[in-house]
């Protein structure tokens, strides 16, 4: 007589059909999850578990295997690693610097990180003057790094949250096994192993910081990132602050002892894509207790996929920054100004060395306000004239900021009001640099 299994369920006539979500349900969650493998520590040998979206997962990375083999298997475009994951692509903000005049409509993404991480700054409300509309400036004192290092993994709690689904998917794989439901038994497997091995290959990368290496001598490389109603002063040595304006994550893979490193992927892509078909197939032949042990394990690894999906990847990568470049507190100070006009002559001020060999505050200055009429040309003028004076009192600022007589008869009335209120802001831009400058702040290391 066969043997009868340690536990038995009887579901009567009813049969509970999981095949047509086995690989389609989840798949959103489990590409996220797979996107932050690089950022946790230890991560990559924590992926053993039946995970859902395995057709989607499979599909998606498989783009990143390099032969015609694979390129017809997995159709898409041929992009970098981190392009996949999320690391590179977006579009940085544009970049004018302060001292060579060189202008770049669009920069790389670590300048957009800076400038979302800039944007989350509360900083200091400038109270002084009218009220128009807000801008925020932040100023970045970059830090002396090397241009190439690799980033480490840190060790995050999410990271040890993966053994719950990892043991939910053994223990009902193994509850399939005492009911003696093979199909369902090996289906569980067959993700856990799938997954698993999937996870390895791609977390197998190392993630590195890529800076860019400026022509030795280069003048410092002040400039700033603008973003509408956003600016970021950065201010230090050239190839610090290229780095920002021009560098990027990229994600480096080792060749395998025994097989390329992208046949690898693209294998292992497959694996997942094999998975589902296998799914398809066999699930419908298992009773009502191995598809419900199936489910519950497929619930508790999409629960595990949600919930590293649900942390904002660009935080992890703005953390990432500031480790690596070294950015700390006493490094970055953000003031918000009630006006564009007010916001335009503190960055001018700001960037300003103390040499002044080089420096084009017209570019600045017409950058922020490109409004080109006779009351706007003035207000240019007399900013300029201060900006060459470079004498920080007060009495010879308020001096330069005041309309002439000649300007009084010049304008008419509504001219001559406009004017007022424009030299006004750039009065209070100006004692407020002035009273940054006697802190010392920016001479500090």
């Given at each position: 007589m066969p043997q009868k299994p340690p536990l038995e369920i009887h579901p009567g006539n009813f049969s509970l059909n999981v095949s047509g979500v086995a690989g389609f349900f989840g798949g959103d969650e489990a590409i996220s999850a797979i996107q932050t493998i690089h950022h946790y520590k230890a991560r990559k040998f924590l992926g053993w578990y039946n995970s859902p979206g395995?057709?989607?997962?499979?599909?998606?990375?498989?783009?990143?295997?390099?032969?015609?083999?694979?390129?017809?298997?997995?159709?898409?475009?041929?992009?970098?690693?981190?392009?996949?994951f999320e690391l590179d692509g977006k579009q940085g903000p544009k970049y004018i610097a302060s001292r060579s005049g060189t202008i770049l409509e669009h920069t790389g993404h670590l300048a957009y990180l800076i400038m979302q991480m800039s944007k989350g700054e509360l900083g200091r409300k400038v109270e002084e003057g009218r009220i128009t509309k807000r801008n925020k400036i932040t100023i970045i004192k970059t830090q002396r790094k090397p241009p190439d290092r690799e980033i480490l993994p840190c060790s995050r709690i999410q990271t040890f949250v993966a053994v719950l689904p990892i043991a939910v998917s053994f223990t009902t794989c193994a509850l399939c096994g005492c009911t003696y439901d093979w199909f369902c038994f090996s289906m569980i497997l067959l993700g856990i192993v799938s997954s698993g091995i999937f996870s390895v290959v791609m977390g197998s990368a190392r993630l590195k910081l890529e800076g860019v290496n400026s022509a030795s001598p280069a003048p410092p490389g002040d400039g700033m990132l603008m973003d509408g109603d956003n600016t970021v002063l950065l201010l230090g040595k050239e190839k610090d602050v290229a780095t920002i304006t021009r560098g990027r994550f990229i994600l480096e893979y080792d060749r395998w002892p025994i097989i390329d490193e992208y046949n690898a992927i693209g294998l292992t892509s497959l694996l997942l894509v094999i998975q589902l078909l296998a799914q398809l197939l066999l699930i419908p032949q298992g009773t009502l207790f191995g598809q419900i042990m199936f489910l519950v394990s497929f619930a508790a690894s999409w629960a595990y996929n949600l919930y590293l999906s649900a942390i904002n990847s660009e935080d992890i990568q703005e953390q990432l920054i500031r480790e690596e470049l070294h950015l700390k507190e006493e490094h970055m100070?953000?003031?918000?100004?009630?006006t564009r006009t007010s916001a335009a002559v503190f960055a001018c001020l700001m960037l300003q060395p103390v040499d002044g060999l080089g420096f084009k505050p017209e570019i600045i200055i017409q950058n922020f306000m490109p409004n080109d009429t006779q009351v706007w040309g003035t207000w240019r003028k007399k900013v300029l004239e201060v900006m060459k004076t470079r004498d920080g009192s007060k009495d010879t600022c308020d001096g330069l900021l005041k309309m002439s007589s000649e300007e009084e008869t010049?304008?008419?009335?509504?001219?001559?009001?406009?004017?007022?209120?424009?030299?006004?802001?750039?009065?209070?831009?100006?004692?407020?640099?002035?009273?940054?400058?006697?802190?010392?702040?920016?001479?500090?290391?």
């Open positions: 395995s057709w989607a997962v499979g599909k998606n990375f498989g783009k990143l295997a390099k032969s015609d083999l694979w390129d017809g298997l997995f159709p898409g475009p041929d992009e970098e690693p981190a392009k996949f100070r953000t003031y918000i100004f009630r010049k304008f008419g009335e509504d001219g001559q009001k406009l004017l007022k209120l424009l030299l006004e802001d750039a009065r209070i831009a100006y004692h407020l640099a002035m009273e940054e400058n006697l802190k010392g702040w920016l001479k500090e290391k």
